[in-house]
């Protein structure tokens, strides 16, 4: 059993209609996932909007309720409700794509940064002042910065008070649901690179939700491609950029610019080859409803939704 282990996760929504309001179908907003975690790697889901990676995150952490399969961590089965009362949400922690709106605005770093640990610590007044000084300075921010509130900051360093608030409890998991892709390109790198210093720094296990492939081949050791609640691929970084075998995930890499000139032109004929790939071999990479065939092993390191040959 390893750190974090998802096994043929299911998330549906309900779809209501009619006069009495019944349940007429579900949205298949993640739809048999699985996947494992090691302590202190980071693991990226990537895939386009809509393709469930919130909603598996949210799941893991315990915010949408999980229609089928098990989330283990630390060999903890968190869908068990005799597990409940385990106190595995100090563990896991969660920051949000935008700095911009997930800080309440009426309130003082030092009432964001202190919620949880006002949660799970007794801590007298200075206690908790000199502790979110601490974590304040940790993630680069001034320790004065704790009477301020959340406008005075730049969305850069409001992602900075949002990682502060996650580590205040020492967590081992977070799970980083677009952590920068409300920020400027050019403070991207800046809050990317302060997450691998503080994940060495504190042993920490990222799930790495993102739409941007090039981020995620900076950031990840291992990742999974979704489309439409299902994998298509799953395998270490470098051999899903080196050597991607599903369609859709050819196509993502296909679509990452690359900017050296001299590259450009095979790229173009890269692209090219993987649009004509696309057009004649669709129904060997998806079903008739248009989703991923069942994940296969082709290596240890790697698998791929295709259909069984034969
Ligand atoms: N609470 C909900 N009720 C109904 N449908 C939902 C709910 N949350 C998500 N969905 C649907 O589930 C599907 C997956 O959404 P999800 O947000 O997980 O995708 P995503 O890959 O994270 O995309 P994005 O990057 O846009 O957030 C979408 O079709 C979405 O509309």
Do not use: W
Not at 130 to 154: D, M, N, Q, R, T
Not at 192 to 218: P, R
């Amino acid at each position: 059993m390893g750190f974090l282990d998802v096994e043929d996760l299911k998330v549906h929504f309900p779809i209501r209609g009619g006069l009495l309001n019944r349940k007429i179908d579900a949205v298949r907003a993640v739809d048999g996932v699985s996947f494992s975690i090691e302590q202190g790697k980071t693991y990226g889901l990537v895939g386009e909007s809509g393709s469930g990676k919130t909603t598996t995150g949210r799941a893991v952490i315990g915010l949408n309720n999980i229609t089928a399969g098990k989330v283990f961590f630390e060999g903890n089965d968190l869908t068990d409700k005799k597990n409940k009362m385990l106190d595995v949400r100090k563990d896991i922690q969660m920051i949000f794509q935008d700095p911009y709106s997930s800080l309440n605005p009426k309130k003082r770093v030092i009432d964001i940064v202190a919620e949880p640990l006002r949660n799970y610590e007794r801590l007298t007044k200075k206690e908790e002042r000199y502790k979110v000084a601490e974590l304040l300075e940790k993630v680069g921010l001034s320790p004065e910065s704790i009477l301020k509130y959340p406008h005075e900051f730049s969305g850069g360093q409001r992602q900075r008070i949002g990682i502060a608030r996650a580590i205040a409890l020492k967590p081992k998991l977070i799970i980083a649901d677009e952590p920068v892709s409300a920020l400027d390109v050019s403070v991207q790198a800046q809050v990317l690179n302060f997450m691998k210093d503080i994940q060495k720094e504190l042993n920490l296990t990222y799930l790495f939700i993102s739409h941007d492939l090039g981020i995620v081949k900076h950031m990840c050791d291992e990742i999974g491609i979704m489309y439409k609640g299902r994998y298509v691929e799953e395998g270490k970084t470098g051999d899903i950029f080196t050597n991607p075998q599903h369609i859709y995930t050819k196509r993502l890499v296909a679509a990452i610019p690359d900017i050296d000139p001299k590259n450009r032109e095979k790229q173009k004929q890269f692209r090219e080859e993987v649009q004509r790939e696309y057009e004649e071999s669709y129904e060997s990479y998806f079903n008739e409803e248009g989703l991923a065939y069942g994940l296969k092993k082709i290596s240890d390191t790697h698998a791929v939704a295709l259909p069984e040959k034969g």
